[in-house]
């Protein structure tokens, strides 16, 4: 299959492109530069320069392509074109740049995405895309026949599966992976990584209240073989949980973090915790279990790779 990737040169992204060459098909990621490109090139795919920004460019790929996997997202404000920035910034009070950057990247998400189906419609060809388990329901364990809470943290963001629920309508064979709030592995820039900067810089390691709040977590590894599956065999409109444990303790991952920098590990009250953690103080306390037992059964898919903690306790997380 000629698979087109875009954020094919993301954490997650080039390790969906190395499991689908693997598995024997062809890819074709979009990258920014030719920088970024000659990675891509050296793992054995082809290259589409250009951004999610560039309609055009997506339209033309997608087209090419047999099926399409969307893992693209603004996560920095950097990586938005300049004008998007400006108005991000500048569009209103300081107070609300968060609300609007997000607004931006969800804007652009759904214009991705929409672009893409419509190179694939009338045609059987599968778009999957993802968005984070965090906007499940806090509190109990979530199924990925549960719908994502709209008024939750991360509602936001699952926006995106709303837009493929929207294309499945239209008949196109769409699947939304969820994914945790920490991907783990290799070069890992995301959740972890940033709470131990926080940690070696505030010289403790945190959690709030009793830190018994649950979080998800899959290596990249495990996570690229579900959209692998998901594109070579999912029904329209299938929703997927990529996670290997359903939750692990936050004190847990902050009693680790602190024995290997040698900090005390702390409690922290919700109003300590936004100035502890800064902006992932909105995420450090939820609980968000996450089952993934149908994923497994309907996509024949099980995690192999080392834990969480066990990988933090191994891995290059702690040099400095």
């Known amino acids: 299959m000629r698979v087109f990737v875009t954020g094919a040169t993301g954490f997650i992204g080039f390790a969906i492109v190395k499991e689908l060459i693997s598995a024997g098909h062809q890819v074709t990621g979009l990258a920014r530069s030719e920088a970024s490109g000659r990675k891509l090139t050296a793992a054995g795919a082809r ?15 997608a087209a090419a392509a047999d099926g399409a996997i969307h893992t ?39 214009n991705t995405l929409k672009t893409i189906e419509q190179a694939l419609s009338g045609t059987d060809r599968p778009l999957v895309a993802s968005f984070g388990t965090l906007a ?4 109990r364990l979530a199924t990925e026949d549960e719908a994502h809470d709209p008024n939750f943290m991360g509602a ?3 926006k995106t599966e709303d837009t493929l629920q929207e294309l499945a309508a239209r008949g196109i064979r769409t699947s939304a992976i969820r ?13 972890a990584p940033r709470l131990i900067q ?19 977590s899959v290596h990249r590894f495990d996570a690229a073989r579900v959209f692998r599956l ?37 409690s922290k009250s919700p109003s300590e915790a ?38 933090l306790d191994q891995a290059d997380y702690f040099k400095a």
């Open 72 to 110: 693209a997202f603004y996560h920095k404000i950097s990586h938005m074109p300049l004008g998007t920035r400006l108005r991000v910034l500048l569009g209103g009070a300081p107070g609300g740049i968060v609300r609007r950057f997000m607004a931006a990247a969800v804007a652009t998400d759904r």
């Open 198 to 216: 926080i940690a070696r810089k505030k010289k403790e390691s945190g959690y709030v209240a009793d830190g018994l709040n649950r979080w998800p």
């Open 230 to 266: 998901a594109l070579e065999n999912g029904p329209a409109g299938g929703t997927y949980h990529a996670v290997a444990e359903e939750g692990i303790p936050f004190r847990d991952i902050a009693g680790l973090i602190g024995r290997r920098l040698n900090v005390p590990v702390v």
């Open 274 to 311: 936004a100035k502890h953690f800064s902006f992932l103080g909105l995420f450090v306390g939820i609980d968000n279990p996450t089952s993934s037992r149908l994923t497994q059964e309907r996509l024949g898919w099980h995690p192999t790779q080392v834990g969480l903690l066990d990988d």
């Open 156 to 158: 936001l963001r699952a």
């Open 179 to 191: 994914l945790p709030p920490i991907v783990h592995g290799a070069g890992d820039q995301g959740f």
């Open 136 to 139: 499940m329901k806090s509190g």
């Open 47 to 61: 290259v589409q320069l250009g951004s999610v920004e560039d309609l055009d460019c997506l339209r033309r790929a």
